[in-house]
């Protein structure tokens, strides 16, 4: 089965760290950029990071850049993303998908997301 799987996420206090994982199933992850997007009840989803295909280059929305990063292992076909300084504001469902470029063309593949609540 082509899928791709999110874990990590949980619950943390305000100014906390998670660190989530993206796996890829059935298929390899080298030849597609890999976003992070997140979706807070009530709130459209937003575009949290990207990373390239060759890792050498990265993206992130203004809302997170400084306190999450992007990165990837393609030997063991996951990417991962460390969220640091965690805000309360950063409460939603976080969600991995696949293209073939951070810019442009369609999602093949998207995860079935994984929750991140940051509470006191």
């Known amino acids: 089965q082509l899928q791709l799987v999110e874990s990590g996420g949980g619950l943390v206090q305000p100014g906390g760290s998670l660190r989530l994982s993206c796996a890829a199933s059935g298929f390899t992850l080298d030849n597609y950029a890999i976003h992070w997007f997140r979706q807070a009840p009530g709130k459209e989803r937003e575009g949290v990071s990207c990373?390239?295909?060759?890792?050498?280059?990265?993206s992130y929305a203004d809302s997170v850049k400084g306190r999450f990063t992007i990165s990837r292992d393609n030997a063991i076909n996951t990417v991962y993303m460390e969220m640091n300084s965690l805000k309360v504001e950063d409460t939603a469902v976080y969600y991995c998908?696949?293209?073939?470029?951070?810019?442009?063309?369609?999602?093949?593949?998207w995860g079935q997301g994984t929750q991140v609540t940051v509470s006191s």
């Open positions: 998908a696949a293209r073939s470029s951070c810019l442009r063309g369609n999602y093949d593949y």
């Open positions: 990373i390239w295909a060759s890792g050498m280059r990265t």
